[in-house]
């Protein structure tokens, strides 16, 4: 990766590429706009053609048939001739066939424990489990898409008449959903979606004050999503088919108060000083770009490193866009078991993707093709550039909540939202999002630090973005400034101190699952 020994220097508007490992045969170009023909870089390569930002120029010949590498691997094979100082782009490129999963090394590379760090703390909210929050909201589930309109109301009477007096409490939030009924709710992979809004109840940015809004006809009954320790299930759920509701206004009534009793336990709750070890750190990327896998994504790797030093949990997701890069995973593996668990979640999902009549070349979108990946095994390369360099401790299957602490794979689809929900499901009390080409995520379950690949999308969106990490393409910052830079905002935002920009305009996304299981 690029270190700060290789970091290209800005010097005007002079010409500049990036390329990352002694072995590529491509570099990408830097300059905003791109680059015309005829521009003549120092070492005296010379542009034949007009090269976009971002996109990749041949640093020698490659002839028909040949490797397209980069990151020091093969990201195509290439159609027809490609000659030096020529653009690489996605016609002229073939997508390499994915590893083989019965071939892979397990456990064979487990990297040494790096130095731990102490003292580094944030103010959290402590929880009954021992779990740390980093908010402090009331989240109402749903246990059927039919109730999401009245619960609407209800929570905009809770904000506008109950909130205000409980000045502790940051939000109250409605875990909607399109589930629950007409679902084949005992199918093997019903237990995805079912899972998922069971743990997302238990995110330790909600105190552990659970509640449930169901209709009473749902397949999905509102008991299920209770916990088993929160005593009997009816204390913790409004139905609103129940005799005893009088009309719209009785419904509403109901939820208001037991939404009080909450709220005046969570108000108790205060941020202490806990050991930054109490952090579990979500690491997704959208709308990503060739700058990805150069600039925030190796920062969003070392400050994984550098979490996990402190004894904190990171996961890292989205299976699409790992699998062209799962042979450099599995030798990372803690033991052969975290290996063979990374290969199930892969070969699940290869199946999954071959039912639907579809494979991983679907993916990269029309912008990431844009933005410079040719196609899903350089986007692949880019991403797990996130997970840093620590060996791999666990891996959870979509919905599951973490167990172990480190660097966690927590098997997700790579569409935002359904990442973004999963990774809350699974624990996660902060998450940094990386992106290049720019889009406007957020959850309001947790606070997201946004990223950006490039300076110029910094500048931009800048009452969007959190941090440029696009200051390591121009040589202004290193991999380990920015990740260390990025530490610490995640610990300033995690005590509350500093409210990213999706925060500040309260601008979120919905949930929404992932179901794999039929629906009747």
């Not at 700058?291 to 790797?301: D, E, H, I």
């Not at 406007?440 to 969106?461: C, D, F």
Request: a negative charge; charged letters at 20%; hydrophobic letters at 40%.
């Amino acid at each position: 990766m690029l270190s700060a020994e290789t970091a290209p220097r800005a010097e005007g508007d002079a010409p500049r590429t990036i390329r990352l490992h002694a072995d590529d045969n491509v570099a990408i170009v830097v300059n905003a706009f791109g680059l015309p023909a005829g521009t003549v870089f120092p070492d005296g390569l010379t542009l034949r053609e007009f090269v976009p930002q971002g996109h990749k120029v041949a640093l020698a010949d490659i002839p028909e048939g040949g490797h397209v590498r980069r990151y020091g691997e093969v990201v195509g094979i290439a159609l027809r001739d490609i000659a030096q100082g020529t653009w690489v782009e996605e016609s002229c490129v073939e997508t390499p066939t994915a590893p083989a999963l019965d071939a892979l090394e397990k456990a064979t590379r487990i990297p040494a424990a790096l130095p731990p760090l102490d003292g580094y703390t944030f103010e959290g909210f402590r929880n009954p489990d021992g779990s740390v929050g980093t908010k402090n909201i009331l989240a109402i589930s749903t246990s059927v898409q039919c109730v999401t309109g009245t619960l609407d109301v209800a929570i905009k009477r809770i904000r506008e008449e109950l909130l205000p007096r409980f000045p502790n409490v940051d939000d109250v939030i409605g875990l909607t959903h399109a589930y629950g009924c007409g679902v084949a709710i005992n199918a093997p992979e019903a237990v995805i979606p079912i899972r998922t809004l069971q743990s997302l109840a238990k995110n330790p940015n909600f105190g552990g004050e659970v509640m449930v809004v169901g209709l009473g006809c749902e397949k999905l009954v509102s008991e299920r999503l209770v916990p088993a320790d929160k005593g009997a299930a009816e204390d913790s759920v409004v139905r609103l088919q129940d005799e005893r509701h009088q009309g719209f206004g009785s419904m509403i009534d109901s939820i208001m108060t037991m939404a009080e009793a909450r709220l005046a336990v969570l108000n108790r709750r205060q941020r202490e000083t806990c050991p930054a070890s109490e952090l579990v750190v979500g690491l997704q990327c959208g709308g990503s770009d060739a700058f990805s896998g150069v600039t925030a994504n190796p920062s969003l790797g070392f400050a994984a490193d550098l979490l996990v030093r402190c004894g904190a949990t990171v996961l890292f997701s989205e299976v699409t866009e790992v699998r062209d890069a799962i042979h450099l995973l599995t030798p990372r593996a803690a033991t052969p078991e975290v290996a063979d668990a990374l290969i199930r979640e892969m070969a699940w999902y290869d199946d999954y993707l071959e039912k639907g009549g579809a494979d991983r070349r679907a993916n990269p979108s029309p912008g990431n093709k844009k933005g410079g990946l040719n196609n899903i095994v350089e986007k692949a390369l880019g991403s797990v550039a996130k997970s840093g360099t620590s060996a791999i401790a666990g891996v959870l299957a979509p919905g599951e909540r973490v167990r172990e602490r480190g660097l966690i794979f927590a098997a997700t689809p790579a569409s935002d939202f359904v990442c973004g929900t999963l990774q809350l499901a699974s624990g996660i009390t902060v998450q940094v999002f990386s992106t290049g080409r720019g889009t406007p995520y957020g959850l309001a379950q947790a606070p997201v630090i946004k990223v950006a690949t490039r300076t110029e999308l910094s500048q931009r969106w800048s009452d969007l973005i959190d941090l440029d990490a696009g200051r390591i393409a121009t040589g202004e910052s290193t991999i380990e400034e920015m990740g260390w830079e990025l530490f610490q905002l995640i610990l300033d935002v995690a005590s509350g101190r500093k409210r990213p920009w999706s925060d500040r305009w309260g601008l979120y996304n919905d949930l929404t699952l992932f179901n794999p299981a039929p629906i009747t």
